[in-house]
T-cell receptor, first 111, second 111 residues
Framework: TQLLEQSPQFLSIQEGENLTVYCNSS?????LQWYRQEPGEGPVLLVT?????EVKKLKRLTFQFGDARKDSSLHITAAQPGDTGLYLC???????????FGTGTRLQVTL | DAGVTQSPTHLIKTRGQHVTLRCSPI?????VSWYQQVLGQGPQFIFQ???????GRGNFPDRFSARQFPNYSSELNVNALLLGDSALYLC??????????FGPGTRLTVL
């Protein structure tokens, strides 16, 4: 069974601070996706990473896929209140296959 | 372009009843997956269909069943509802590669 562990589980920071969320597994994934979810809504895709060592940037968000494709990180620079939400990583063992989700990181950014 | 749509948005049932949830994928997407998200946890994989055939099944009892129609829309059926089936049910569609796009979900409450 493939498991993904995220850390930290909860994070409360002030506007302007930087933060990093980690997603770790003992299994290798063909791809890893990051989503953000608001309460009562479906997860919204942020990024998909496929190549080991890959780094992708989305405005103030930087995503990295580990060289061995077992882990990933999400770094947010100068967090804003609009970044508040549940961040989920999800790994896929292959194409067109099921996603295994991480435990989630709940982020709260206050003024 | 319309995203993944799900109906109904909310549903209240009593124990022992049956429920049918519906999903329409993004136009052109042939793969549909269903996930269950219990409050406070990440989504758990239930089923995946591709070109109307079941491609994968998660660790859920036989009370859960699904199907995909020729237009690639899908239904998730749950029989003999239990209190523990209360959750947000998410549908995701994919072109068949890595990335899955989620709908807004159906919130099922079992009393």
């Amino acid at each position: 069974t493939q498991l993904l562990e995220q850390s930290p589980q909860f994070l409360s920071i002030q506007e302007g601070e930087n933060l990093t969320v980690y997603c770790n597994s003992s299994s290798v994934f063909s791809s890893l996706q990051w989503y953000r979810q608001e309460p009562g809504e479906g997860p919204v895709l942020l990024v998909t990473v496929v190549t080991g060592g890959e780094v992708k940037k989305l405005k103030r968000l930087t995503f990295q896929f580990g060289d061995a494709r077992k882990d990933s990180s999400l770094h947010i620079t100068a967090a804003q209140p609009g970044d508040t939400g549940l961040y989920l990583c999800a790994g896929a063992p292959g194409t067109a296959s099921k996603l295994t989700f991480g435990t989630g990181t709940r982020l709260q950014v206050t003024l | 372009d319309a995203g993944v749509t799900q109906s109904p948005t909310h549903l209240i049932k009593t124990r022992g009843q049956h429920v049918t949830l519906r999903c329409s994928p993004i136009s052109g997407h042939k793969s549909v997956s269903w996930y269950q998200q219990v409050l406070g946890q990440g989504p758990q994989f239930i089923f995946q269909y591709y070109e109307k055939e079941e491609r994968g099944r998660g660790n859920f009892p036989d009370r859960f069943s699904a199907r995909q129609f020729p237009n690639y829309s899908s239904e998730l059926n749950v029989n003999a509802l239990l209190l523990g089936d209360s959750a947000l049910y998410l549908c995701a569609s994919s072109l068949g590669e890595y990335t899955q796009y989620f709908g807004p979900g159906t919130r099922l409450t079992v009393l």
